[in-house]
């Protein structure tokens, strides 16, 4: 091989390198240590509606724990229904007779530094105490805390959740 052709691999090389490096997500600099949660009441279709925001790094780097494998990442349709199947396994509501709630899932997307995912489920028929427990990636961050905004009724309340304040309980109707 000639020094020019050398020369010219090691410039496309990191040519190359340096356009893989503009294009990573900038989410991945740093984390967010929080989820947010809003849930919504849908009147019309008599629906409550969850929005759950995860930072893209937090969601990542929990992928990459929960499933050891790099190509399941939160901007893959794999990445997005792992991280549903675990807000439904870690996150766990209930209805004032103790009596859980299942919220299933809608759907995902990445929008910006942020992934977001949907539920939804028929509006409860009960009023009283009900219940939210979230140990959503306490398992990967230590840290880590899950903010609650309930939109159901005015006022709106909003709950911070973390390793030592796992659940809380909230009035409805």
């Given at each position: 091989?000639t020094?020019?052709?050398?020369?010219?691999?090691?410039?496309l090389?990191?040519?190359?390198?340096?356009?893989?490096?503009?294009?990573?997500p900038?989410?991945?600099?740093?984390?967010?240590?929080?989820?947010?949660?809003?849930?919504?009441?849908?009147?019309?279709?008599?629906r409550?509606?969850?929005?759950h925001?995860?930072?893209?790094?937090?969601?990542?780097?929990?992928?990459?724990q929960?499933?050891?494998d790099?190509?399941?990442?939160?901007?893959?349709?794999?990445?997005r229904?792992?991280?549903?199947l675990?807000i439904?396994?870690?996150?766990r509501?209930?209805?004032?007779?103790g009596?859980?709630?299942?919220?299933?899932?809608?759907g995902?997307?990445?929008?910006?530094?942020?992934?977001?995912?949907f539920q939804?489920?028929?509006?409860?028929?009960?009023?009283?105490d009900?219940?939210?427990?979230?140990?959503l990636l306490?398992?990967?961050?230590?840290?880590?805390?899950?903010?609650?905004?309930?939109?159901l009724?005015?006022?709106?309340?909003?709950?911070k959740?973390?390793?030592r304040?796992?659940?809380?309980?909230?009035?409805?109707?």
């Amino acid at each position: 091989m000639t020094v020019g052709a050398i020369t010219r691999r090691r410039v496309l090389g990191a040519t190359a390198a340096t356009l893989v490096a503009l294009q990573t997500p900038r989410a991945l600099a740093h984390r967010a240590h929080v989820v947010l949660t809003r849930v919504t009441a849908n009147v019309a279709a008599k629906r409550w509606e969850f929005e759950h925001s995860i930072h893209y790094h937090d969601a990542a780097l929990a992928l990459l724990q929960w499933t050891r494998d790099v190509a399941v990442t939160p901007m893959t349709t794999a990445g997005r229904a792992r991280l549903l199947l675990e807000i439904e396994r870690r996150v766990r509501w209930s209805d004032a007779r103790g009596i859980a709630l299942e919220p299933t899932a809608v759907g995902g997307e990445s929008t910006g530094d942020t992934v977001v995912l949907f539920q939804e489920m028929p509006a409860p028929d009960t009023v009283g105490d009900f219940s939210v427990e979230s140990t959503l990636l306490q398992d990967v961050f230590a840290d880590e805390s899950h903010t609650i905004n309930l939109e159901l009724a005015a006022p709106y309340r909003t709950f911070k959740l973390d390793a030592r304040r796992r659940k809380v309980t909230f009035a409805v109707g």
